[in-house]
Every structure is written in structure tokens, then in C-alpha cells.
Nanobody
């Protein structure tokens, strides 16, 4: 099993920044991809960003491209999501997820094996 714990959420004004962290523990060996998803009230969970655990290659949804950056620290088993120029529509619960399958580039929840509990991000206008 793998445990994922997100942190760093909070309340920020539009145009501000936040950095989320996701610490992984347990059987993290053979992790191939980590990703961030978010879920706003009344909406389905959607893909935000993903990163290859081995080489750090990244991919993003169109809605956050150019504003959000994901990175990882292999030594700490931690992935980060730097969010800049936040907008009210970014308000959501943010989740990190791990895939142990060759899922690099996937934007589908079904391709991810383990999930964190989520952290709330609220952007005020």
C-alpha cells in the first residue's frame, strides 16, 4: 500500500500563489507517475498536472498550463504543485495520485492506483 498526504492548501486572493505538497510513504517503489487532480463543488474530479517519477517530465491541463508547475523530490518521496496567478475558478479540493502502471500522460482517474485525502484551495475574487 501507498499513503499520500497533501498539504499547503488554504485561502488566497485572486492573483496570489500557493504551493501544495504531497508526501508519499509505504510501498512507493515502482511508482511511475504522480499526478494532481481537483474537484470543485458539484463538479467531477478533473486532471490538473502530472509528472514522471523517473525523469521529471511534466504535462498539464489547458486550464492551468503556464500558471501551475509540478515538480518532485525523489529523495523525499514528495511531489509539489506550485500554483501562480490563481483564479476563483481554481477553487477546489486538490488531490494527488500515484500510478504504478505506464500511465505517463494519462488524464484519467482510472489509471491511478492510490490517492490522497485532498487539501482545500479557495481563491477569493
Amino acid at each position: 500500500q501507498v499513503q499520500l498526504v497533501e498539504s499547503g492548501g488554504g485561502l488566497v486572493q485572486a492573483g496570489g500563489s500557493l504551493r501544495l505538497s504531497c508526501a508519499a510513504s509505504g510501498r512507493t517503489l515502482s511508482t511511475l507517475t504522480m499526478a494532481w487532480f481537483r474537484q470543485a463543488p458539484g463538479k467531477e474530479r478533473e486532471f490538473v498536472a502530472g509528472i514522471s517519477w523517473s525523469d521529471g517530465d511534466t504535462y498539464y491541463s489547458d486550464s492551468v498550463q503556464g500558471r501551475f508547475t509540478t515538480s518532485r523530490d525523489n529523495a523525499k518521496n514528495t511531489v509539489y504543485l506550485q500554483m501562480n496567478n490563481l483564479k476563483p475558478e481554481d477553487t477546489a479540493v486538490y488531490y494527488c495520485a500515484i500510478s504504478k502502471r505506464p500511465s505517463y500522460g494519462s488524464r484519467w482517474m482510472v489509471d491511478y492506483d492510490f490517492w490522497g485525502q485532498g487539501t482545500q484551495v479557495t481563491v477569493s475574487s
